[in-house]
């Protein structure tokens, strides 16, 4: 089986300053690795995800992610954030076996402060 | 439809009763699933369906909840005899053939067992 550490529960960031929210993941085998984000009060929006090839991977929002095999590691990360960032963002892992449902981590509550 | 729709919203049931969820996914997905997201964590995989075949419900948390997919297009979640710790946001997604391109949720229905 899967699972998926997130390291912060919350990060407060000042509006314009990178951010970074970290992820690791545990499997004994090959996984595809995902970061969905979520509004209040809405469902889960895919951000980005990582299949296979480049480890660096871009998504939507300017947000990017980069896929650490040896760290087993896919930290979330964008260069300078907006209030409209503020939201729970979720790391999340399956299996390339077969098996369809993803493992999710517990999140990460990104606020941006004015 | 353009997306997955959930309904109700919100549900408010006593403990003991029974109570229905509904799932629209998006026209032509092929797989649809089922997630309990608890107050403060991350989604938990409940049951999966590939058009109307259940092909995993190990999530599902006792024989209470019971999902069915009879056409292969709507789904609906039922519990019975809800009980408090059933309080939980209930997510409904699903996808095209390619299963792990990640897919899309819906808004979600919020149960509260009071």
């Known amino acids: 089986a899967q699972s998926v550490t997130q390291l912060d529960s919350q990060v407060p960031v000042f509006e314009e300053a990178p951010v970074e929210l970290r992820c690791n993941y545990s499997?004994?085998?090959?996984?595809?690795l995902f970061w969905y984000v979520q509004y209040p009060n809405q469902g889960l929006q895919l951000l980005l995800k990582?299949?296979?090839?480049?480890?660096l991977v871009k998504g939507i929002n300017g947000f990017e992610a980069e896929f650490n095999k040896s760290q087993t590691s896919f930290h979330l990360r964008k260069p300078s954030v907006h209030i409209s960032d503020t939201a729970e963002y979720f790391c999340?892992?399956?299996?390339?076996?077969?098996?369809?449902?993803?493992?999710f981590g517990t999140g990460t509550r990104l606020t941006v402060i004015p | 439809g353009a997306g997955v729709s959930q309904s109700p919203r919100y549900k408010v049931a006593k403990r003991g009763q029974d109570v229905a969820l509904r799932c629209d996914p998006i026209?032509?997905?092929?797989?649809l699933f089922w997630y309990q997201q608890a107050l403060g964590q991350g989604p938990e995989f409940l049951t999966y369906?590939?058009?109307?075949?259940?092909?995993?419900k190990s999530g599902l948390p006792s024989d209470r909840f019971f999902a069915e997919r009879p056409e292969g297009s709507v789904s609906t979640l039922k519990i019975q005899r809800t009980q408090k710790e059933d309080s939980a946001v209930y997510l409904c997604?699903?996808?095209?053939?390619?299963?792990?391109?990640?897919?899309?949720f819906g808004s979600g229905t919020r149960l509260t067992v009071v």
């Open positions: 997604a699903s996808s095209g053939r390619v299963v792990n391109y990640g897919y899309t």
């Open positions: 499997s004994s085998v090959s996984v595809y």
């Open positions: 990582y299949l296979s090839g480049s480890t």
């Open positions: 999340a892992v399956s299996d390339q076996t077969g098996a369809n449902n993803l493992f």
């Open positions: 026209s032509g997905h092929v797989s």
């Open positions: 369906f590939q058009n109307e075949a259940q092909l995993d």
